[in-house]
């Protein structure tokens, strides 16, 4: 989160009444919330080692095995698509919790990649070298409001910026299988969520690195992970695989047919749903195949090598236990990605204390850490919301005489009409982050995000008997297709999933039941994506005090609670 200092000192504040946006400066004499926001702690975190077979001698001399065979049957093996340091085996590039982004190399070392990101990536794709121009692979990053940014001949700490384009927040998920059409360039796959698939050949120029799109076909949706392999059958051709919401994996080989690029699938086994992430790593060992790393539950990670027929190997351990929990993104990941929801969730105790948990991307939360001073936020009407600018910091709305604040800067008057907020991430599809409020005769309102914390759009009504709802929490994609969604539980205790349209008309499709007995929970929080799979959760908390975690586990559904806590009664808030 951004210092209010500079985020009163860039933005001029304006006057929101209740259905229209005034460019009003505010009053001098305005009184301010006595309740500011402040930074939230940091999180260190320090990349263990990442057990892999060392590159293959035969890659500073002969060809490998696998290169040799590939090379008799008339066919290549590609370049690694994120190999920094040039000792011939992919690296892995990641965004922190800072949202700034790092390296580590599998052969030891890495660091801070291009220095502070004032935007962060949503995600980033690792694309090999595109050109014929410096001797380094290409990385693509992706914003939350849909730029997708190339940056050329990487190292392990930077890279030059070549192009920009814009437009990309229609797909929930991009990646890179690899070279499909033979022209030595990998190519970038995209899924929009609508579940079609898109192929964008690589063109070799930078001022235009990607050709039209070509429609590969329907029903991809049916997938809460790609994976982008490389060839891993030993015919040269670029692969991939699919995960589907029960676990099973499937792999799909490149046919060098550019009407049909990719055959029809094969299985590849069961029992992957124990990964939250997958990240291909090209062919390490030299053989000429694929290899994957994936990271479980507890955030270890486990390598799997490549036969040469779709198929992989029994698994080996390859980090520590639960070293490489403290990443929220991985470059060339398999999940949806996520970012500027929410990293964590805030709770308020009787005395007036804020504290702060971290997600750690294994279903848990971080050890908590006080948030501004004691006493501080005694008496606020505060919310915690998914990040309105693109800056990774979720932020804090406030409501404080009949103005709305958010992170201390003031946005409008006329927000006492209102007796709930909601700020769920991008509802509108224009990927910034919009703020819904529920007015006291139950009627709910739209205000799309502007891409900066201090300005909101005027109104648009979604809708009324929202009143029939004693909570409504929203931080991320619970249905699975990348766009925000919303819960809202009744008195009665039952709980709703309403699914994000992408269309701020109209942005909630028909509600789906996820059950009853939901008021069993005093606080009912919406914390983001816990487990690191790209998949928005929920928590609840008992009058005993007890926490409990509701991973998402298939689109729109929850898996059963899990017990993560104790002793949350002493909080009169949680957001």
Known sequence: MRSVHARLAACTALVLSAGMLLATPAAADRPAPPHAAVEKPATGFTPPPATRPAPAAARTGGAPAGAAAAAAAGSRVPDPLSDFDGDGVSDLIYRGWDGN???????????????????PPKDIVPIGNQDAVGGGPEVLMLSQQGALTMYADATPTSAAYAWRGY?????????????????????LLARDTSGNLYLYYATGKRSAPFSARVKLGPGWNAYDQLIGSGDNNGDGWADLYARDTAGNLWFYAGTADKSRPFANRVSAGPGW?????IVPVGDDNGDGSGELLARDAKGTFWYYTGRGNGTLSPRAQASNVGGWEGVPQFGGASNN??????????????????FWYRSRTN???????????????RGADYTHLASLAPDNWSDIAQLFDNGLYVDGAYVGSGWGVYNALVGPGDLSGDGKADLLARDRSGDLYLYRGTGRSSTLASRVKVGGGWGSFNKIVGAGDYTGDGRADIAARTSGGDLYVYPGTGNAATPFGTRVK?????????????????????????????????LYSYLNTAPGKFGTRNKVGTGFQIYNAMS
Do not use: C
């Not at 749903?273 to 992430?277: H, K, P, Q, V, W």
């Open 101 to 119: 982004v790092y390296t580590s190399l599998a052969a030891e070392g890495g660091g801070a990649f291009n220095g502070v990101h004032s935007e």
């Open 167 to 187: 437009g990309w927040q229609i797909y929930n998920k991009l990646f890179s299988p690899g070279d499909v059409n033979d022209d030595n360039l990998a190519d």
């Open 273 to 277: 749903n124990i990964y939250n992430t």
């Open 337 to 354: 990605p996520v970012a500027a929801t929410k990293e964590g969730v805030l709770a308020r105790d009787s005395a007036g204390t804020m």
């Open 363 to 377: 279903g848990l939360l971080s050890t908590r850490s006080q948030y501004g001073p004691t006493a501080g936020w």
């Open 514 to 546: 996820v059950g009853s007995g939901w008021n069993t929970y005093t606080k009912l929080v919406a914390p983001g994506d816990l487990n690191g799979d790209g998949k928005a959760d929920l928590l609840g908390v008992t009058s005993a005090g007890d």
